[in-house]
């Protein structure tokens, strides 16, 4: 009886896997057909066009998920004496940057292929401004403000008073002669095309050596603006 029992039982594991095995070629078969019917080619199509479709998913959500890289303006100086100036950055491409001067909206431009913008004709006030940028996606998203730069606008020319000597014209006795002046912080000053030592109340002093009978002196003061002021002595050395 138990004999009897364990035979049922293995013919009714095998009827399971029979029809298993059966299952499995009907699902193989029917792929074959299909593939005979439409084509490989048609089917890789599939895949890759299922492919882009995901790829374009993803790449529309990073695009709304992550801003854009915070824009950098350039400026070579940090004063000028022109009222007008035109302003340059770099950001990443296909952004807008808006620019703002005293966290005021100057104006909007896009960035070219090699992520270079250029604001043209930038009006400043006397004194100091302070420009930032901001740069906005396709989508709105907009990146971090960029860092300050600040431009000083001064159109006036640097003050120069002379001390010694304090005359347009001076006769001395010795070869050797010390050009003294005073001006203001910050400036540069060249005595006939030799550069001065200047401190920080812009008082400034160089050596001349002399050559018998006139020396005609130029001393230019020039501030960082631009701006410069000019004056020209005689000293006359008699032995």
């Known amino acids: 009886m138990a004999e009897?029992?364990?035979?049922?039982?293995?013919?009714?594991?095998?009827?399971?896997?029979?029809?298993k095995t059966i299952f499995l070629g009907l699902i193989t078969v029917l792929v074959l057909v299909l593939?005979?019917?439409?084509?490989?080619?048609?089917?890789?199509?599939?895949?890759?066009?299922?492919?882009?479709?995901?790829?374009?998913?993803?790449?529309e959500i990073v695009e709304k998920v992550i801003p854009p890289m915070m824009p950098r303006?350039?400026?070579?100086?940090e004063a000028t004496n022109s009222a007008r100036i035109d302003l340059r950055g770099v950001a990443e491409k296909g952004v807008s940057i808006e620019l703002l001067k005293n966290d005021v909206s100057v104006g909007k431009v896009e960035t070219d292929e090699a992520g270079?913008?250029?604001?043209?004709?930038?009006?400043?006030?006397?004194?100091?401004?302070?420009?930032?940028?901001?740069?906005?996606?396709?989508?709105?998203?907009?990146?971090e403000i960029s860092k300050e730069l600040?431009?000083?606008y001064d159109n006036e020319v640097p003050p120069l008073t002379m001390t010694n000597p304090s005359e347009a014209s001076v006769k001395v006795e010795s070869d050797d002669f010390d050009v003294v002046g005073v001006s203001e912080k910050g400036v540069s000053v060249t005595v006939n095309g030799r550069v001065a030592m200047v401190d920080d109340s812009g008082s400034f002093k160089l050596k001349l050596q002399l050559a018998i009978g006139k020396n005609e002196v130029e001393i230019i003061v020039r501030d960082l603006a631009g701006n410069e002021t000019k004056k020209k002595i005689e000293i006359t050395y008699d032995i």
């Open 116 to 143: 270079e913008f250029v604001f043209k004709d930038i009006f400043l006030e006397a004194g100091e401004s302070i420009f930032t940028a901001v740069a906005i996606s396709k989508a709105g998203d907009s990146s």
């Open 4 to 19: 009897f029992t364990r035979s049922r039982l293995d013919k009714k594991a095998e009827d399971e896997i029979t029809k």
């Open 73 to 77: 303006l350039i400026l070579p100086f």
């Open 150 to 152: 600040t431009l000083a």
């Open 35 to 59: 593939t005979v019917v439409f084509g490989l080619p048609l089917l890789v199509r599939f895949s890759i066009l299922l492919g882009d479709l995901k790829n374009k998913q993803d790449s």
